[in-house]
Protein backbone atom coordinates (compact mmCIF):
# COMPACT_ATOMS: atom_id res chain seq x y z
CA UNK A 1 0.00 0.00 0.00
CA UNK A 2 3.07 2.53 0.38
CA UNK A 3 3.15 6.00 1.47
CA UNK A 4 -0.38 6.59 0.99
CA UNK A 5 -1.82 3.44 2.62
CA UNK A 6 0.67 4.63 5.25
CA UNK A 7 -0.64 8.12 5.41
CA UNK A 8 -4.35 6.60 5.81
CA UNK A 9 -3.53 4.70 8.61
CA UNK A 10 -2.16 7.46 10.48
CA UNK A 11 -5.31 9.56 9.75
CA UNK A 12 -7.26 6.34 10.79
CA UNK A 13 -5.48 6.14 14.11
CA UNK A 14 -5.43 10.35 14.71
CA UNK A 15 -9.20 10.06 14.24
CA UNK A 16 -9.35 7.66 16.60
CA UNK A 17 -7.14 9.69 19.12
CA UNK A 18 -8.90 12.61 18.92
CA UNK A 19 -11.44 13.61 22.09
CA UNK A 20 -14.98 12.64 21.93
CA UNK A 21 -15.87 15.72 22.36
CA UNK A 22 -14.18 17.14 18.98
CA UNK A 23 -16.54 14.84 16.69
CA UNK A 24 -15.92 17.38 13.69
CA UNK A 25 -12.32 16.76 13.78
CA UNK A 26 -12.20 13.34 14.06
CA UNK A 27 -14.77 13.27 10.76
CA UNK A 28 -12.15 15.56 9.06
CA UNK A 29 -9.67 13.21 9.73
CA UNK A 30 -11.49 10.20 8.48
CA UNK A 31 -12.72 11.92 5.33
CA UNK A 32 -9.26 12.47 4.90
CA UNK A 33 -8.03 8.53 5.52
CA UNK A 34 -10.17 7.58 2.99
CA UNK A 35 -9.36 10.07 0.32
CA UNK A 36 -5.87 8.19 1.07
CA UNK A 37 -7.25 4.93 1.25
CA UNK A 38 -8.65 5.74 -2.23
CA UNK A 39 -5.54 6.93 -3.58
CA UNK A 40 -3.78 3.74 -2.26
CA UNK A 41 -5.64 1.64 -4.45
CA UNK A 42 -8.46 0.47 -1.13
CA UNK A 43 -11.48 1.49 -2.71
CA UNK A 44 -13.39 -0.65 0.15
CA UNK A 45 -11.63 0.78 3.24
CA UNK A 46 -12.47 4.16 1.34
CA UNK A 47 -16.09 3.74 1.14
CA UNK A 48 -16.49 1.94 4.82
CA UNK A 49 -15.15 5.00 5.95
CA UNK A 50 -17.17 7.37 3.89
CA UNK A 51 -20.59 5.78 4.49
CA UNK A 52 -19.22 6.20 8.38
CA UNK A 53 -19.22 9.90 8.20
CA UNK A 54 -21.82 10.51 6.23
CA UNK A 55 -24.25 8.51 8.75
CA UNK A 56 -23.50 11.18 11.17
CA UNK A 57 -24.51 14.56 11.62
CA UNK A 58 -22.64 17.39 11.17
CA UNK A 59 -21.12 19.63 7.90
CA UNK A 60 -18.62 16.99 7.13
CA UNK A 61 -20.97 14.76 6.44
CA UNK A 62 -21.56 16.39 3.24
CA UNK A 63 -18.01 16.71 2.33
CA UNK A 64 -17.95 12.75 2.84
CA UNK A 65 -21.03 12.21 0.64
CA UNK A 66 -19.60 14.02 -1.88
CA UNK A 67 -16.60 11.67 -1.70
CA UNK A 68 -18.31 8.88 -1.43
CA UNK A 69 -20.59 9.83 -4.58
CA UNK A 70 -17.03 10.51 -6.48
CA UNK A 71 -15.55 6.78 -5.32
CA UNK A 72 -18.71 5.19 -6.44
CA UNK A 73 -18.84 6.95 -9.78
CA UNK A 74 -15.37 5.41 -10.23
CA UNK A 75 -15.99 2.22 -9.08
CA UNK A 76 -19.29 1.57 -9.78
CA UNK A 77 -20.45 3.70 -12.24
CA UNK A 78 -23.68 4.32 -13.69
CA UNK A 79 -26.36 5.85 -11.22
CA UNK A 80 -25.01 4.49 -8.18
CA UNK A 81 -23.50 7.96 -7.51
CA UNK A 82 -26.56 9.63 -7.37
CA UNK A 83 -28.19 9.42 -4.02
CA UNK A 84 -24.50 10.20 -2.41
CA UNK A 85 -24.32 13.55 -4.93
CA UNK A 86 -28.22 14.65 -4.59
CA UNK A 87 -26.89 13.79 -0.74
CA UNK A 88 -24.27 16.62 -0.66
CA UNK A 89 -26.55 18.89 -2.26
CA UNK A 90 -27.73 19.74 1.09
CA UNK A 91 -25.26 21.19 2.53
CA UNK A 92 -24.45 24.85 3.32
CA UNK A 93 -21.37 25.02 2.09
CA UNK A 94 -21.01 26.25 -1.79
CA UNK A 95 -17.61 24.81 -2.80
CA UNK A 96 -18.88 21.30 -1.59
CA UNK A 97 -22.51 21.95 -3.21
CA UNK A 98 -20.43 22.80 -6.54
CA UNK A 99 -18.51 19.74 -6.18
CA UNK A 100 -21.33 17.76 -5.53
CA UNK A 101 -23.03 19.58 -8.84
CA UNK A 102 -20.19 18.56 -10.78
CA UNK A 103 -20.34 15.22 -10.11
CA UNK A 104 -23.78 14.92 -10.54
CA UNK A 105 -22.82 16.12 -13.92
CA UNK A 106 -19.87 13.55 -14.50
CA UNK A 107 -22.57 10.78 -14.15
CA UNK A 108 -25.49 12.09 -15.80
CA UNK A 109 -22.81 12.46 -18.79
CA UNK A 110 -22.21 8.67 -18.73
CA UNK A 111 -25.75 7.09 -18.32
CA UNK A 112 -26.55 9.67 -21.66
CA UNK A 113 -28.70 12.02 -19.61
CA UNK A 114 -27.24 15.67 -21.14
CA UNK A 115 -29.99 18.05 -20.45
CA UNK A 116 -29.91 17.31 -16.34
CA UNK A 117 -25.98 17.33 -16.86
CA UNK A 118 -26.09 19.96 -18.20
CA UNK A 119 -28.40 21.80 -15.90
CA UNK A 120 -25.81 20.67 -12.80
CA UNK A 121 -22.92 21.82 -14.61
CA UNK A 122 -24.63 25.08 -14.92
CA UNK A 123 -25.58 25.22 -11.40
CA UNK A 124 -22.36 24.22 -10.34
CA UNK A 125 -20.69 27.43 -12.21
CA UNK A 126 -23.77 29.38 -10.55
CA UNK A 127 -22.41 27.88 -6.58
CA UNK A 128 -19.17 29.59 -6.87
CA UNK A 129 -19.27 32.38 -8.93
CA UNK A 130 -20.07 35.30 -6.85
CA UNK A 131 -17.19 33.64 -4.21
CA UNK A 132 -13.55 34.07 -4.50
CA UNK A 133 -13.31 30.12 -5.08
CA UNK A 134 -11.36 30.17 -8.83
CA UNK A 135 -10.65 26.71 -8.38
CA UNK A 136 -14.02 26.07 -7.78
CA UNK A 137 -15.18 27.86 -10.49
CA UNK A 138 -12.78 26.41 -12.75
CA UNK A 139 -13.55 23.20 -11.96
CA UNK A 140 -17.18 23.87 -12.75
CA UNK A 141 -16.51 25.85 -16.07
CA UNK A 142 -14.62 22.89 -17.60
CA UNK A 143 -17.66 20.68 -16.66
CA UNK A 144 -19.38 22.60 -18.38
CA UNK A 145 -17.49 23.27 -21.16
CA UNK A 146 -17.10 19.26 -21.51
CA UNK A 147 -21.36 18.67 -21.66
CA UNK A 148 -21.78 21.02 -23.90
CA UNK A 149 -18.92 19.43 -25.85
CA UNK A 150 -20.45 16.23 -25.33
CA UNK A 151 -24.43 17.39 -26.20
CA UNK A 152 -23.24 19.29 -29.12
CA UNK A 153 -21.53 16.07 -30.68
CA UNK A 154 -24.62 14.28 -29.82
CA UNK A 155 -26.68 16.61 -31.45
CA UNK A 156 -24.68 16.14 -34.29
CA UNK A 157 -24.50 12.16 -34.75
CA UNK A 158 -28.29 12.51 -34.35
CA UNK A 159 -28.58 15.04 -37.43
CA UNK A 160 -26.00 12.62 -39.30
CA UNK A 161 -28.54 10.45 -39.56
CA UNK A 162 -31.43 12.07 -39.77
CA UNK A 163 -30.14 13.51 -43.01
CA UNK A 164 -29.34 10.19 -43.99
CA UNK A 165 -32.32 8.92 -43.32
CA UNK A 166 -35.02 11.46 -44.05
CA UNK A 167 -34.19 11.11 -47.94
CA UNK A 168 -34.91 7.67 -48.30
CA UNK A 169 -37.83 7.99 -45.72
CA UNK A 170 -39.42 10.50 -47.78
CA UNK A 171 -39.16 8.47 -51.15
CA UNK A 172 -40.52 5.73 -49.72
CA UNK A 173 -43.83 7.92 -48.66
CA UNK A 174 -43.76 8.94 -52.48
CA UNK A 175 -43.40 5.40 -53.84
CA UNK A 176 -43.35 1.63 -53.01
CA UNK A 177 -41.24 0.19 -55.52
CA UNK A 178 -37.41 -0.01 -54.62
CA UNK A 179 -36.75 1.00 -58.34
CA UNK A 180 -38.47 4.23 -58.69
CA UNK A 181 -36.85 5.08 -55.30
CA UNK A 182 -33.50 5.11 -56.45
CA UNK A 183 -34.39 6.55 -60.01
Known amino acids: SGARGTGARLYEQAARLTPSEERSASARRLVSAAGAH ?44 FAAFEGSLETDDPVVAARAHRGLAQSLVYVGDLERALAHAEAAVAT ?25 QTVGVVMVVALLITPAATAQLLTRSLWAMMA
Open 128 to 152: VDKLDARESLVYGLAMLALVTVIAL
Open 38 to 81: LMGGEPDRARILLEGVSARSGPERFEALCALGTLLDETEGGDAA
